[in-house]
């Protein structure tokens, strides 16, 4: 695959690119990515009900600021995603770019990027860890990135390479406590002018505020979201 996504694809169709679903998915050349010749996710996404700040969230989760959550597998190793609130400011999506299997991520640097016909926005690592394996369902389908349940939908797996502070991560409660901090600052950001007073109510904000602003301002916004501190 010439895209540099996945360094460990083992080809089992004889090199035969022009009809391999997999090929396909990583370079948008079919419906099999899930997506809309607009770039958008089909079905999956439209089915994905509004945010929700009151949404229950799973008590193993720990959440940094830049709202990457981290659920601990063994020792070391942690599952790592992006909480309901990104997911649904990330509706103009067609796909995701991963760091290769065994690279050494630090603390602030890129661990995930996502492209789109808008640029690009990259998410920071919240620690120093090492990549050990990346959803490649996504790459497939991104459609199932929209998922209800965002909590169950990993980026990577990882093996952090430092004791991880848990001061510097929330966890439920205090977690919502940040939503509420972030999500007025997105109001006060986005406008009236922008996004109307009808849709001035935190869950139809979210949800429709993206498609209420330009490709630069989009990017603007996405990198606001995954760079707080």
């Known amino acids: 695959m ?24 990583i370079h948008g050349r079919g419906a099999s990515n899930g997506l809309t010749k607009n770039g958008r996710a089909n ?12 949404q229950e969230i799973p008590a193993e989760l720990i959440f940094s600021k830049n709202h990457v959550w981290l659920k601990k597998i063994e020792s070391d ?4 995603g992006v909480d309901h609130f ?20 630090s603390k602030g640097e890129p661990i995930v990027s996502i492209l789109g016909e808008w640029g ?4 920071p690592s ?3 860890c090492v990549i050990q ?12 990135f929209f998922s209800d349940d965002i909590y169950q ?4 797996k990882v093996k952090a390479t430092e004791i991880i502070n848990q001061s510097l991560f929330h966890k439920s409660e205090k977690y919502k406590e940040q939503l509420n901090e972030v999500i007025t600052n997105i109001k006060n950001i986005a406008g009236t002018s922008k996004i109307g007073a009808t849709m001035y109510d935190g869950g139809e904000l979210i949800s429709n505020l993206p498609d209420h602003l330009n490709k630069k301002e989009y990017v603007h916004l996405l990198n606001l979201i995954f760079n707080n501190k």
């Open 86 to 105: 990104a997911q649904n400011i990330i509706k103009k999506i067609p796909t995701f770019q991963f760091p290769f299997v065994g690279s050494k991520i």
């Open 126 to 128: 919240p620690i120093n």
């Open 153 to 156: 939908t990993w980026l990577l």
């Open 120 to 123: 690009v926005a990259s998410i």
């Open 2 to 25: 010439e895209s540099g996504f996945v360094d460990y694809k083992i080809c089992d169709k004889d090199f035969d690119c022009d009809n391999c679903a997999f090929d396909k998915a």
């Open 43 to 54: 079905g999956t996404r439209n089915k994905s009900p509004k945010f929700n700040i009151a």
């Open 77 to 80: 190793y942690f599952f790592l």
């Open 133 to 144: 394996k990346i959803n490649s369902e996504l790459l497939l389908d991104v459609g199932k």
